[in-house]
């Protein structure tokens, strides 16, 4: 407990009406809550890291959906998981950049991410390993397994950042 000498702000001085507080203007970055959109987080290393997914699931269902098939349940498969992770990528997007998590309190949001990148990527290692032994030397499908795999190391990045975020706040929240 401290005795030192208190100031007390109040609204009137001896010298007549206090002056206004100086107006501030917050930069796109910074994101206050009167934004819509946060601009910071296009720039940001998880945004960046999110749509580097998001274009190698692309580029891998494009290149084994254009290619000749020799089993198709193996390569639909890879398929039907790199749509469902590029879906769910760009839902956890364009919730951070409209900042729907401020909104919607009732989910757990670093959970359900990191739920959602564990299952992603377990089912797309499992994909990219049945499309690449089932690829017969073919090009288009070497290449939809090999972004397969590139796509699930960067999920794997994705998951443990997530990670570490949730348990270094988490731990900073509980020591206050």
């Not at 959906?65 to 879906?87: E, G, H, R």
């Not at 089932?134 to 070497?142: P, R």
Request: aromatic share 12%; proline share 3%; glycine share 8%.
């Amino acid at each position: 407990m401290s005795h030192g000498a208190r100031v007390i702000r109040t609204g009137v001085s001896s010298a007549g009406p206090a002056a206004p507080p100086p107006v501030t203007v917050a930069s796109s970055s910074a994101g206050s809550d009167e934004e819509l959109m946060d601009g910071g987080y296009f720039r940001s290393c998880a945004g960046m890291l999110k749509v580097a997914q998001m274009i190698t699931l692309l580029i891998g269902f494009i290149s084994v959906n254009n290619s000749p098939w020799t089993d198709y349940s193996a390569y639909s498969f890879f398929q039907i998981v790199t749509m469902c992770d590029l879906v769910m990528i760009l839902f956890f997007y364009i919730m951070h950049i409209f900042r729907v998590y401020r909104k919607l309190t009732c989910v757990s949001w670093p959970l359900a991410e990191f739920l959602h990148y564990l299952i992603g990527t377990i089912l797309l290692l499992i994909g990219s390993i049945v499309a690449a032994s089932k690829s017969y030397n073919i090009t288009g499908l070497v290449a939809g397994a090999t972004f397969g795999f590139l796509a699930t190391i960067l999920c794997v990045i994705s998951m443990w950042s997530s990670y570490k975020v949730s348990c270094i706040t988490q731990s900073t929240n509980a020591s206050v």
